[in-house]
């Protein structure tokens, strides 16, 4: 198993396997961040066949002034601006949902200030999930549930929270890739998470 900087020497020296194990290792989560900006899957492994030409033909220039993984999806986010233009359906994303008055959880969960004397008290606080069995979590239908509910947002809260916690990768990365604050990529994060979890609630309820 090669570590970064073994990868990125391996690729350097025209190493076809250390290539092979890259592309196992991301491309499917390159296709699947594409499919945020572009309009159908084959467009997105288009976008992701991009990706590798350019990190293949580019990784000679790699400075390493940050992680190879955030290198590569910042390559495949230009990439995917670029085709969704080509296509004329780029819209810019807004970041700056720091000053948004829009709620991250619904107004109705919470008491009237004037009825408790405590600020936003909850009248319906988040469900524990505790003795929910581990099957029906871990279960196909609530992954497609919340992959659903992923769908569903906003593309700002899709792409932080698909980058986030679908593909792990931490804030700095986010931060990193899609040139976002950090107030902003939590406050869409957060959000997005929000909503997610509402989704879930709504499915297990039922």
């Not at 084959?42 to 790699?62: N, P």
């Not at 780029?90 to 109705?108: G, H």
């Not at 899709?158 to 899609?178: A, F, K, P, Q, Y």
Request: proline residues 5%; negative net charge.
């Amino acid at each position: 198993m090669y570590d970064e900087a073994g990868f990125v020497e391996a690729l350097r020296q025209g190493d076809e396997a250390a290539f092979a194990a890259l592309f196992d290792r991301y491309h499917t989560a390159l296709v699947r961040t594409a499919l945020i900006y572009v309009s159908h899957p084959s467009a997105a492994d288009e976008v992701a066949q991009e990706t590798w030409l350019a990190v293949f033909k580019g990784v000679g220039r790699f400075e390493g002034r940050s992680s190879l993984k955030t290198w590569i999806f910042s390559i495949l986010v230009n990439r995917a601006k670029t085709y969704a233009q080509r296509e004329g359906r780029y819209v810019p994303l807004d970041w700056d949902d720091a000053n948004s008055d829009e709620p991250t959880v619904a107004p109705s969960r919470f008491a009237p200030d004037e009825h408790t004397g405590a600020p936003r008290h909850w009248i319906n606080p988040p469900g524990s999930w505790e003795s929910i069995p581990e099957d029906r979590l871990l279960s196909r239908e609530l992954r497609g549930c919340i992959q659903q509910a992923i769908n569903a947002l906003p593309a700002n809260q899709r792409l932080v929270i698909t980058l986030r916690d679908v593909e792990g990768l931490s804030s700095d990365e986010v931060c990193n890739i899609l040139a976002v604050s950090e107030t902003n990529q939590r406050v869409l994060l957060h959000r997005a998470r929000a909503r997610v979890r509402q989704a879930v609630e709504n499915y297990l309820s039922e």
